[in-house]
């Protein structure tokens, strides 16, 4: 069981070129979500769904764009990134039918906007 | 406006001993709690949570105390131990409908010395 799984692991782009990170999560899992987290931020919200083909917007919203075709994919989009967007990205998936059920996170994703 | 605070950005205890991390909180909306663990390079774990209705939960080395009346939780590790070093991440949520989301603190950094 592999869980919550992100690709790629490592990505460093120029400022201006786009790039897709993938989440997927093999739980059967209804809610997905997008964080970020940055040096003595935490973990702020980017994007989050509720289910296949929903989405909607968290804290950190601009830049950055979120497909779910699939109920296990959770797609994150950065169509021209910039040095503000380096930072560490996490995913995480929630069983969803319990509002009070934990966060699964995967292992996260290291961007570098140079 | 931060909901989750968590004043502490470090912490260092001798191993053995009693870490006691802090968490407060804002919106009374809130009714469940959760600490999360982060290792460098690895996603945040679930650690332990505890919901309104009860003022402690317990899980072994692990016990996290509600205060509701001053919005405060808090987590003591009993005894800590060099592996429990990591950055400590509180979280809240509300029931209800519409609530998804959970709300991270910016997390507190505990170091166990051997």
């Known amino acids: 069981n592999a869980g919550v799984t992100q690709t790629p692991k490592f990505r460093v782009l120029k400022t201006g070129q786009s790039m897709t990170l993938l989440c997927a999560q093999d739980?059967?899992?209804?809610?997905m979500y997008w964080y970020r987290q940055d040096p003595g931020m935490g973990l702020r919200l980017i994007h989050y769904s509720v289910g296949e083909g929903t989405t909607a917007k968290g804290e950190v919203p601009d830049g950055y764009n979120v497909s779910r075709l699939k109920k296990q994919n959770f797609l994150l989009g950065l169509e021209s990134a910039a040095p503000s967007q380096t930072s560490v990205y996490f995913c995480?998936?929630?069983?969803?039918?319990?509002?009070?059920?934990?966060?699964?996170f995967g292992e996260g994703s290291r961007l570098t906007v140079l | 406006d931060q909901q989750v605070k968590q004043n502490s950005p470090s912490l260092s205890v001798q191993e053995g001993r009693i870490s006691i991390l802090n968490c407060d909180y804002t919106?009374?909306?809130?009714?469940?709690f959760l600490w999360y663990k982060k290792y460098p390079a690895e996603g945040p774990t679930f650690l332990i949570s505890i919901s309104s209705i009860k003022d402690k939960n317990e899980d072994g080395r692990f016990t996290v105390f509600l205060n509701k009346s001053a919005k405060h939780l808090s987590l003591h590790i009993v005894p800590s131990q060099p592996g429990d070093s990591a950055v400590y991440f509180c979280a809240a949520s509300a029931s209800g409908a519409g609530s998804y989301q959970l709300t991270f603190g910016k997390g507190t950094k505990l170091s166990v010395i051997p």
């Open positions: 739980m059967n899992h209804e809610y």
């Open positions: 995480a998936s929630r069983i969803g039918v319990r509002t009070t059920g934990e966060l699964f």
């Open positions: 919106n009374s909306m809130f009714d469940y």
